[in-house]
């Protein structure tokens, strides 16, 4: 990959001079609509492109970019405006949300709204109140991606997904930031680290959001280079913000240790230069190594970049890769079970059937359909 290429999407200054050519910018705008980097490779170019020679073709790339750049701004108003929307609905009716990467990430990591965009919008709301934001969703005519019962979901997954008639605009709207099964975070735990800014807007605390980035990284089976960038720029900006033993402690007991170590290994093979500027990633391979844990040289090994890949993120075989990521072997023997076996309560949910006696015939309706879905040849019920 064009060495440029990544020394633009990092956060870490330009030191020296670089010298490029018309094929280099051709390399690089191809790469970062491949990961869809192209906000942030424009914004970084206007920012350091006294430090690229000749100016002239920095120029002329940027000039000529500036269409896509300009979609990529109104692509981002438009979603801020759905955004505000939203939120405005939940507070309306005494419910409180947080907005989570997308543009809220841009302005925090990157400190321009414009250099990141998002396909969804990520809205955070207490599990507590999840069927109040569905019914309030539902009302202003939001609808559901799928007809399965959304208590089935409360069991399962960390999200909900809405759509807006009229518009593409997908709302995802989250009670957790990963599978509750898999870590020791509830929504009451991610809740605690909420602030208010000076704005009075709702945000995570800089620890949450780096666990947040942690934990969707995983979701994406470690290989979307996009969350990679939003994890690196995490650590330089709270470098000196973080008591990284207490954040070391804090991902110990969620269970996110193995993650982190994958991840840094990940920074560090992309990013050589990271680890002596970007302290974070020494101090946190200490405090791990202290704690006694060994490094998944396996999965490290499974889970490198390939950035000339189109990754797909409803990849299966990955997915299941990523659950012996997880810190606890019980943990990851459950995660299997639970594909087809999940907890009774949740069976009772998907087929909207209380009794007792009917669970062994809707557990194997519910295997069908798993199988199914698979297979590509199944359906939202």
């Not at 790339?61 to 939203?86: D, N, P, R």
């Not at 969703?137 to 939001?142: F, P, S, T």
């Not at 709302?171 to 602030?195: A, C, M, Q, R």
């Not at 202290?290 to 970049?305: H, I, N, Q, T």
Request: proline content about 4%.
């Amino acid at each position: 990959m064009n060495s440029l290429f990544l020394q633009l999407i990092s956060p870490l200054p330009f030191l020296s001079p670089v010298k490029i050519t018309k094929n280099d910018l051709n390399e690089i705008r191809e790469q970062a609509m491949r990961h869809n980097l192209f906000q942030l490779i424009y914004s970084q170019l206007q920012k350091h492109q006294m430090f690229i020679f000749p100016q002239n073709l920095v120029n002329d790339f940027l000039k000529e970019s500036k269409g896509l750049y300009l979609k990529g701004i109104t692509l981002s108003a438009k979603q801020e405006a759905v955004e505000k929307e939203v939120v405005s609905l939940l507070r309306a009716k005494g419910i409180q949300s947080v907005l989570i990467r997308g543009n809220s990430l841009a302005k925090e990591l990157y400190n321009d709204p414009n250099c990141r965009t998002s396909t969804d919008i990520d809205i955070l709301i207490r599990e507590s109140d999840v069927l109040s934001a569905d019914s309030v969703l539902k009302e202003n005519r939001y609808d559901r991606n799928d007809r399965i019962p959304l208590t089935f979901w409360l069991h399962r997954l960390h999200h909900a997904i809405y759509h807006y008639p009229g518009t593409k605009d997908i709302i995802e709207l989250h009670w957790n930031f990963g599978i509750p099964y898999f870590f020791k975070l509830s929504s009451e735990d991610i809740w605690d680290e909420v602030t208010v800014t000076d704005s009075e807007q709702l945000r995570l605390k800089p620890e949450m959001l780096i666990i947040m980035l942690l934990i969707h990284h995983h979701m994406h089976s470690f290989r979307e280079l996009k969350i990679l960038t939003d994890i690196i720029w995490s650590l330089h900006k709270y470098k000196n913000i973080i008591d990284w033993h207490v954040f070391a402690l804090k991902i110990r007991q969620i269970g996110l240790i193995k993650i982190t170590r994958i991840t840094i290994n990940q920074i560090q093979m992309v990013w050589k230069e990271a680890l002596e500027d970007i302290s974070p990633i020494r101090d946190l391979q200490n405090e791990m190594k202290e704690m006694g844990y060994r490094e998944p040289k396996a999965l490290m090994s499974l889970f490198r970049l390939d950035f000339e890949s189109q990754y797909s993120f409803q990849n299966y075989r990955d997915k299941l890769i990523s659950r012996f990521a997880l810190d606890n072997l019980s943990t990851i023997i459950i995660s299997f079970l639970k594909i087809l076996l999940p907890f009774p309560q949740a069976v009772k949910d998907f087929y909207e059937d209380k009794r007792n006696w009917a669970l062994p015939f809707n557990y194997l309706r519910f295997i069908k359909w798993r199988v199914k879905e698979w297979t590509n040849k199944g359906n939202m019920l």
